[in-house]
C-alpha cells in the first residue's frame, strides 16, 4: 500500500474514531485481537481509536512485538493504522516506557511502506524513562531513510529529547548542508518531479535546523547561511525557532556567540515580514529587544536591521505587537 493510500486510511479513521460516542471500553487487548480478522478490524480501528492514547498505544505497541497473528503482513497494517490514528491525533497523551514497546515502533522503521516509518519515527519521541537513548540511536539511523517525510519526522522526535539528542548532530549537520541524496521512486509511486523535491528539500532542511537548534542550543554561521537561501515560504519556522534560541541565550554569552550577527539579520528579515503570523513576529521583536539589551558592541548594521523590523512593527495593526515595537524604538531607535 502507498503512502498516499495510508493518509487516506488515517483521515478515514480519525473522522470516524472522533464520531464514536460508543466506542467500546473493554480490554484494549482483548480488542486487538480481532484485528486479525477483516471483517472485524474496521470496527476495532474506529473504536479503539476514540479512547486515550494512554489505554490503548502501550498494549497496542506489546501485540506488535509479541503476537504472531498481529504480524501477518495485512494485520500488521492494521495495527500501524490504529497507532497512526491514536498519535497523529493525540499522541502527546501517550508515553512509551517498556522495551517491548520500543521494538515494536523499532520493527515499525524497516516497513516497506513510507506511511508506517512516519507513525513510528514520530511515536518514538514519545518514549520516556531509560529507552530514550535506544530511540535516540534508531531516529538517528532513520535520519538516513530514503523518504524526505520519515527523515523530517525523525529530526522533529529528535528535537523532543533535547541535549539528550545530540549523538543526532553530526547527522543533523551533514543533511542540513547537503540536502537528502535524491533516490528513485518505490514501485507504484509517482515521480514527484523536480519542483516537489526542491520544496521537499527545503522543507526538510527547514525542520532539521529547529531540530539542530533545540538539540544543540543554537546554529552556527553556516548553517544560518543555508537557512537564508531557502525559499521564503520555508522560512518561517526556523527564522521563529532561531528567535527563540536568541530569547534564551545568557546574557554573558550573547555578545561572544559567533553566529550572533548570522541570526539577528536573519530574524530581523522575518519579524518585518508580513506574510508571517503576528504572534510570530512578535516573538522574533522580543528576540530583538532582548539582544540589543544585552549584547554589547553590536555592529551598527544589525543594529540597524533589529531597528528596522521594529519599525515595521509599530506600524502593525496587532496591538501588542506595535505597542511592544514602539516601545523598543524609544528604547534603542
Avoid at 547537503?178 to 532542511?205: F, N, Q, T
Avoid at 548553517?223 to 537564508?228: I, V
Avoid at 521563529?240 to 536568541?246: D, H, K, R
Wanted: charged fraction near 25%.
Amino acid at each position: 500500500m502507498t503512502r498516499s493510500s495510508l493518509v487516506r486510511a488515517i483521515a478515514f479513521t480519525t473522522l470516524l474514531g472522533a464520531s464514536s460516542a460508543q466506542a467500546q471500553t473493554s480490554d484494549p487487548l482483548l480488542r486487538l485481537k480481532e484485528l486479525e480478522d477483516p471483517r472485524l478490524a474496521p470496527a476495532v480501528v474506529r473504536e479503539l481509536g476514540a479512547l486515550s492514547p494512554q489505554k490503548v498505544v502501550g498494549p497496542l505497541l506489546l501485540a506488535l512485538e509479541r503476537s504472531p497473528g498481529l504480524r501477518a503482513a495485512a494485520t500488521r497494517y492494521r495495527a500501524y493504522e490504529l497507532l497512526a490514528v491514536l498519535v497523529e491525533e493525540r499522541g502527546s497523551e501517550a508515553v512509551i516506557r517498556h522495551d517491548a514497546q520500543v521494538r515494536g515502533l523499532v520493527g515499525g522503521l524497516g516497513e516497506p511502506v513510507a506511511g508506517i516509518r512516519i507513525v513510528c519515527a514520530r511515536a518514538l519521541g514519545l518514549v520516556e524513562g531509560e529507552h530514550r537513548a535506544t530511540a535516540v540511536d534508531e531516529l538517528t539511523l532513520a535520519l538516513s531513510d530514503r523518504d524526505p517525510m520519515v527523515v523530517a519526522t525523525a529530526a522533529g522526535s529528535l528535537a523532543r529529547f533535547g541535549p539528550a539528542a545530540s549523538p543526532a548532530l553530526p547527522r543533523l549537520r551533514d543533511l542540513l548542508v547537503d540536502g537528502l541524496a535524491p533516490s528513485p521512486p518505490e514501485p507504484g509511486e509517482v515521480d514527484p518531479g523536480p519542483e516537489l523535491l526542491v520544496a521537499l528539500d527545503h522543507r526538510l532542511r527547514a525542520n532539521l535546523a529547529a531540530a539542530r537548534i533545540r538539540i544543540r542550543g543554537g546554529l552556527d554561521a553556516e548553517e544560518l547561511a543555508l537557512l537564508r537561501g531557502l525559499a521564503p515560504r520555508d522560512q518561517g519556522g526556523p527564522a521563529l525557532a532561531v528567535s527563540g534560541w536568541l530569547a534564551a541565550l545568557e546574557p554573558a554569552r550573547m555578545s561572544a556567540e559567533p553566529a550572533l550577527a548570522e541570526a539577528i539579520r536573519f530574524v530581523a528579515e522575518h519579524a518585518g515580514d508580513s506574510v508571517q503570523p503576528s504572534r510570530s513576529r512578535l516573538d522574533m521583536v522580543r528576540a530583538l529587544g532582548r539582544v540589543l539589551s544585552f549584547a554589547s558592541a553590536l555592529p551598527d548594521a544589525d543594529r540597524s536591521a533589529a531597528i528596522e523590523a521594529f519599525l515595521v512593527g509599530s506600524m502593525d495593526e496587532h496591538d501588542e505587537l506595535r505597542e511592544l515595537s514602539i516601545h523598543l524604538l524609544e528604547t534603542h531607535g
